[in-house]
C-alpha cells in the first residue's frame, strides 16, 4: 500500500542482553510488499530487496546501506529478471553477486539469474526446466567452500516437493543430489540456513497440506559432504510455524528464528546451537506478532528481519457502490498519503486453491473425484451479493451454500457440487457475481 514502509529490525547481543532495534531510513523508502527477498553483502555493508508482491508481482531492486541507513533504489543495467515472489536470494560474496532462483507470478520459475554488484547488471545464468522443476516458497543456501547453491523443496500447484538440487555457480549447471531415502516430509514456505564450519544446511518447519501437518515444528540437517538428511529431535523447541524470519549468526554459530504464522501470528525468538543440538527461547521484547517477513544476517549488526507494514481491511459496507473512495492511514498522529481506489458492486477474487470434501488442498497430486464437493473461499462478494455462478471446467457447478464464512469478515466460502461429466486433469475455474467475474488462472484438478 502506498505510504506504508518496509521496516528493518536487528538483533544484537549487549552485555548478555539480547535487544530488538528498529532501523531508521532516511528518504524513499520501498513500496510495501509481501515475500520479497533480502540478502546482504559484507563488502559493501548493503542489504538488497529484490520483487515481491504488492498491487502485481514486482522485479525493482533496493539497497539499505547500513552505515548511511539509507535506502536506495538500483536502476540495473543488463535483461532484468521477470516480476516474481516467493524466490530466493543469496549472495555470491566471492564474485560479489547476487543469486536469485525461482518464484511465482502468473506461473511458476526454476530460472537462476545473478546480479553483478559492482558492475549494476542482471545476466540470466539458467533456463527454465534446466534442472529442478518450477517452484516458489522453497529454500537454498549458498555454499562458499564448493561454490554451490543448494536448494530444496517448495512448491507448485501440481505439489509439494522434497527433492535437493545443487547449481554449480563455475559451469552454472545443475545437479540432483537428492537421498534416496530418509528425506524432511514434501513442504513449502519454510527456510534454510547454512553453518559453514560442519557444512550443514538446516531445514526448519514450513507447511506440508496433503502430504502432512501445516505448519511443521521440525529442523533437520543436510550434510553437504554426504548429502544425507538427519533430523533433529528431543528437548524444548519453538512452536511449529511457516512464513518465519531465519538467519545464521556467524559470531556465535547459531541459528536464530523469529516470528511466523502457526496457532496465530508469533513474536517469539528461538536460538538453535548446532554444537549441543538444543534450542533455547531468548528472553527478548521486540517487533509484534508477525509473518512473511525475511532474516538476513550481518556480522557488524547482527540479525536482520524485513517486513512491510501490510494492513487489511474491508472498505465500509454503507459506501455507495460506485465512485471512488479515498484511503488515508493514521499512526501516532502521522498519517499517510491518501490513495483514491474505485468503488465497484463485486470484484470477486477467487482464493488461488479449493479445498477437497477430505479436508485437503486441491492439487495435481491431490485432485478432487468428479461429483465430489469443493469448497472455495472468495472475497469481493459485495454487500449484497446476487446471482452468484460458479463454473468448473465451462460448466455451472451445483451451489450448495454461499455466503460469507462463518467467523470470517468478509469472506465469501462457496460449497459446490463438481459436475460428474468433467474430465480427468486440470479444469478453470470461475466466479461470476452479477457482470463480473473472478480473475483467471483458479484451476480445479480432477481425478
Known amino acids: 500500500m502506498p505510504g506504508m514502509k518496509y521496516l528493518l529490525f536487528t538483533l544484537t547481543l549487549a552485555a548478555q542482553d539480547w535487544r530488538y532495534e528498529q532501523l531508521p531510513a532516511a528518504g524513499q523508502a520501498p513500496p510495501a510488499r509481501i515475500d520479497g527477498t533480502i540478502s546482504y553483502d559484507r563488502d559493501s555493508a548493503n542489504l538488497f530487496l529484490f520483487g515481491g508482491q504488492a498491487n502485481d508481482t514486482l522485479n525493482d531492486l533496493w539497497a539499505y546501506s547500513l552505515p548511511n541507513q539509507t535506502w536506495t533504489k538500483l536502476q540495473p543495467t543488463g535483461t532484468l529478471p521477470p516480476s516474481r515472489l516467493g524466490h530466493t536470494l543469496l549472495t555470491d560474496n566471492k564474485r560479489r553477486r547476487l543469486i536469485l532462483f525461482g518464484g511465482q507470478a502468473s506461473g511458476f520459475f526454476s530460472d537462476v539469474w545473478a546480479y553483478d554488484i559492482a558492475a549494476n547488471n542482471w545476466s540470466r545464468l539458467g533456463i527454465n526446466g534446466a534442472g529442478p522443476s518450477n517452484r516458489y516458497g522453497h529454500s537454498a543456501v549458498l555454499d562458499e567452500e564448493t561454490n554451490r547453491m543448494i536448494i530444496s523443496h517448495g512448491f507448485t500447484d501440481s505439489g509439494r516437493f522434497d527433492d535437493t538440487w545443487a547449481f554449480d555457480l563455475n559451469s552454472n549447471q545443475w545437479s540432483n543430489i537428492s537421498p534416496s531415502s530418509n528425506r524432511p516430509l514434501r513442504r513449502c514456505l519454510h527456510h534454510a540456513v547454512l553453518d559453514p564450519q560442519s557444512r550443514q544446511m538446516y531445514l526448519y ?154 479436508k485437503t488442498l486441491n492439487s495435481a497430486t491431490s485432485p478432487a473425484t468428479a461429483g465430489s464437493i469443493i469448497v472455495f473461499y472468495a472475497t469481493g462478494q459485495g454487500t449484497n451479493p446476487t446471482q452468484i455462478r460458479l463454473e468448473i471446467g465451462g460448466q455451472p457447478a451445483e451451489l450448495l451454500f454461499a455466503a460469507t464464512s462463518p467467523g470470517a469478515a468478509g469472506l465469501l466460502q462457496i460449497n459446490a457440487r463438481i459436475p460428474t461429466n468433467l474430465p480427468t486433469g486440470p479444469a478453470t475455474v470461475k466466479l461470476r457475481i452479477g457482470e463480473a467475474e473472478s480473475q483467471p488462472g483458479v484451476r480445479l484438478f480432477v481425478r
Open 205 to 358: 518447519g514450513g507447511c506440508a497440506s496433503g502430504f502432512g501437518p501445516c505448519p511443521l515444528g521440525d529442523l533437520w540437517a543436510f550434510d553437504l559432504r554426504t548429502n544425507r538428511w538427519t533430523e533433529i529431535t528431543g528437548g524444548v523447541q519453538p512452536a511449529a510455524r511457516q512464513h518465519y524470519g531465519i538467519s545464521f549468526d556467524t559470531r556465535r554459530m547459531q541459528l536464530i528464528l523469529f516470528g511466523g504464522s502457526g496457532r496465530g501470528n508469533l513474536s517469539d525468538t528461538w536460538a538453535f546451537n548446532p554444537q549441543s543440538r538444543t534450542w533455547n527461547q531468548l528472553n527478548t521484547s521486540g517487533p509484534s506478532a508477525r509473518n512473511r517477513h525475511q532474516g538476513a544476517y550481518a556480522a557488524e549488526r547482527g540479525a536482520i528481519f524485513a517486513q512491510n507494514n501490510q494492513i487489511n481491511l474491508q472498505v465500509p459496507t454503507d459506501l455507495p457502490a460506485t465512485g471512488e473512495a479515498t484511503i488515508k492511514v493514521t499512526r501516532e498522529g502521522e498519517s499517510s498519503n491518501e490513495l483514491k481506489l474505485p468503488i465497484v458492486a463485486a470484484h470477486p477474487g477467487l482464493f488461488p486453491f479449493g479445498v477437497n470434501e477430505d
